[in-house]
């Protein structure tokens, strides 16, 4: 791993100070929509659970209804 240092002041020594800055933003911006996803994923993980329980509960009300009139569904 020693060589990674002159690699990369080799590389940044032949880009000029806009590209530079550029990656700079790219860099930042990646690393904002990796972050942002793992939100979204924990949101929607949330999400499917609560929808499971509303399911669930919404069953459990339809068995109810159906034994009380005496209805199969």
């Not at 002159?6 to 550029?22: C, E, G, S, W, Y």
């Not at 509960?57 to 199969?72: D, E, H, P, Q, Y």
Request: with cysteine.
């Amino acid at each position: 791993m020693d060589w990674l240092g002159p690699v990369f002041a080799a590389l940044i020594a032949k880009l000029d100070p806009t590209t530079l800055v550029l990656m700079c933003l790219l860099s930042g911006c990646a690393y904002y929509h990796v972050i942002w996803r793992r939100e979204d994923r924990e949101d929607k993980a949330k999400m499917l659970e609560m929808m499971n329980r509303q399911i669930d509960s919404s069953n459990g009300l339809r068995n109810v209804l159906s034994a009380i009139t005496g209805k199969v569904q």
